[in-house]
């Protein structure tokens, strides 16, 4: 079947550094797309999104540039702070025709050391 | 805003226990998910509610689980009997209409032993 699919599992960057996580996706008929971040002991958090129809998207220090030739996503944080440590996981959105969900990647572990 | 709200936040039991989960979406939201999380499978769709209803229980695993909806503001995650298989983070999202965003809620952690 179609997955959504992370290249890296663990990156580690140094503090002030810019990162950038990747995600590769296979179904073209995806609309949208969310990057969302998950820290230890919580439920993932929304960061970014950008639609099928866009390929760049800007938000406060993060920007995710979408490939559709490619089907490739990435998420990219400028000066990475020891915040931003956490496991970050992009998400497909599908109409199946009766509903709209979301699929996620198996995530991509951010470790920011100083 | 008090965001998703799950309930309990830690539950351990033993093999054979029924174990009901439990979550409050935020108001106004009308579709509600069920996800579990493991580090093997990582964040599984198990179901979700659109108005109270459910609209794909594809990833609901075996007929051990039961989900419910019966007012829109409250859903429970029904697991009868429990297995250790079913160790897990079970986290719980909310969606307002037209929206593609889904807020999460911090998760229950469940241990079957």
């Known amino acids: 079947g179609e997955n959504v699919g992370l290249h890296l599992p663990t990156l580690s960057v140094q503090e002030g550094d810019n990162s950038i996580i990747n995600c590769a996706y296979s179904?073209?008929?995806?609309?949208?797309f969310i990057w969302y971040k998950q820290e230890s002991g919580k439920g993932p958090q929304f960061i970014i999104d950008?639609?099928?129809?866009?390929d760049k998207r800007q938000g406060q220090r993060v920007t995710v540039l979408l490939n559709k030739t490619v089907k490739h996503l990435s998420l990219q944080i400028a000066a990475t702070q020891p915040g931003d440590s956490a496991v970050y996981f992009c998400?497909?959105?599908?109409?199946?025709?009766?509903?709209?969900?979301?699929?996620f990647g198996t995530g991509t572990r951010l470790q920011v050391t100083l | 805003d008090a965001g998703v709200i799950q309930s309990p936040r830690h539950e351990v039991t033993e093999m054979g226990q029924e174990v009901t989960l439990r979550c409050k979406p935020i108001?106004?939201?009308?579709?509600l998910f069920w996800y579990r999380q493991t580090m093997m499978r990582g964040l599984e769709l198990l179901i979700y509610?659109?108005?109270?209803?459910?609209?794909?229980d594809s990833g609901m695993p075996e007929d051990r689980f039961s989900a419910k909806m019966p007012n829109a503001s409250f859903s429970t995650l029904k697991i009868q009997p429990s297995e250790p298989r079913d160790s897990a983070v079970y986290f719980c999202?909310?969606?307002?209409?037209?929206?593609?965003?889904?807020?999460f809620g911090p998760g229950t952690r469940l241990t079957v032993t």
């Open positions: 509610f659109n108005n109270n209803v459910p609209i794909d």
């Open positions: 999202a909310s969606r307002p209409e037209g929206s593609y965003e889904q807020y």
């Open positions: 108001s106004g939201h009308n579709s």
């Open positions: 998400a497909e959105n599908i109409w199946t025709g009766t509903a709209s969900k979301l699929t």
């Open positions: 950008i639609r099928s129809n866009m």
């Open positions: 179904n073209s008929a995806s609309d949208y």
